[in-house]
């Protein structure tokens, strides 16, 4: 079974600074990745996702994310946030042999201080 | 072009009874998800549905229920209520499944 955890809850930083939220991730098989982004009162929408390739993934918004396999991780990264960019992200994971069923992680919730 | 469609945006409903929530996807998308999202527990995959068909389902209860029409949209069925389903719940929808998935803006349940 597939598992995800994102080891902040909650990320504090000021506007301009670089941020980095961390994601882990477990699976015997092979995985895709994806970081979704919930902004106050609105849905999720995705910022980015690794199906395969570089590991390194550039997504909407300035944000990137690295997939390491040997440390199966995920981290999502930006390097100067906004004060837009205050919200919950979530890391996610499907499996290539069960793609249709994703796991999410508990989501960190980023905020922005000027 | 229209994004995912979730109705009713709220619900309120008493223990024991049933609630239907209804999801329409994104036009030519074919999978269709449901997600719990009780707070403090993240998203919680419920369901999953393909070409009308219950592909796989997450850990609920079985009063936990839907199905997918020839139109490819959804309708989640939670039969005999309580406290604790109440949450936001997710629909989301892909062109395929492990493909991008698009959410829609969710229905709130409340079970009182």
């Known amino acids: 079974a597939q598992s995800v955890t994102q080891l902040d809850s909650q990320v504090p930083v000021f506007e301009e600074a670089p941020v980095e939220l961390r994601c882990n991730y477990s699976?015997?098989?092979?995985?895709?990745l994806f970081w979704y982004v919930q902004y106050p009162n609105q849905g999720l929408q995705l910022l980015l996702k690794y199906l395969s390739g570089s590991t390194l993934v550039k997504g909407i918004n300035g944000f990137e994310a690295e997939f390491n396999k040997s440390q199966t991780s995920f981290h999502l990264r930006k390097p100067s946030v906004h004060i837009s960019d205050t919200a919950e992200y979530f890391c996610a994971v499907s499996e290539w042999t069960n793609a249709g069923k994703s796991t999410f992680g508990d989501g960190t919730t980023l905020t922005v201080k000027p | 072009e229209a994004g995912v469609t979730q109705s009713p945006t709220h619900l309120i409903k008493t223990r024991g009874q049933q609630a239907t929530l209804r999801c329409s996807p994104i036009?030519?998308?074919?999978?269709v998800y449901w997600y719990q999202q009780a707070l403090g527990l993240g998203l919680q995959f419920l369901l999953w549905?393909?070409?009308?068909?219950?592909?796989n389902r997450g850990n609920f209860p079985p009063r936990f229920s839907g199905r997918q029409f020839p139109n490819y949209s959804s309708e989640l069925n939670v039969n005999a209520l309580e406290l604790e389903d109440s949450a936001l719940y997710l629909c989301?929808?892909?062109?395929?499944?492990?493909?991008?998935?698009?959410f829609g803006p969710g229905t709130r349940l409340t079970v009182l």
């Open positions: 036009s030519g998308h074919t999978s």
């Open positions: 549905y393909d070409e009308g068909e219950e592909r």
């Open positions: 989301a929808s892909s062109l395929a499944p492990g493909d991008t998935q698009y």
């Open positions: 699976s015997s098989v092979s995985v895709y």
